[in-house]
């Protein structure tokens, strides 16, 4: 089987190369940066984006953000099911 992603520099604009459950924590960074998260069931999502900046977003059900994330944060977030997408 040919890997098409052999040989080629992961850019931030994607694809992902791994997606990863994320447990949101006050206290804990993700193990890796995400260049986006992935929200199964909708709600609101609050974040620390790789600025340092916190903020609090409202998603839909099956929504993708497509924001560098350093950590989802357990106070405020309602959303479920919350996936990073990195490209370690």
Known sequence: MTNPFDNRV???SGPARDIAP???S???DLPDVAIALY??????VTLTTVRG???TVQVADFSILPVG???V???GTTAAGIHAMVLA
């Open 22 to 24: 994320v447990v949101p």
């Open 26 to 28: 006050d206290t804990v």
């Open 53 to 55: 900046q916190q903020r």
């Open 10 to 12: 992961p850019a931030l």
């Open 73 to 75: 944060h357990a106070t």
């Open 69 to 71: 994330t350093v950590r």
């Open 39 to 44: 929200a199964e069931t909708g709600g609101a």
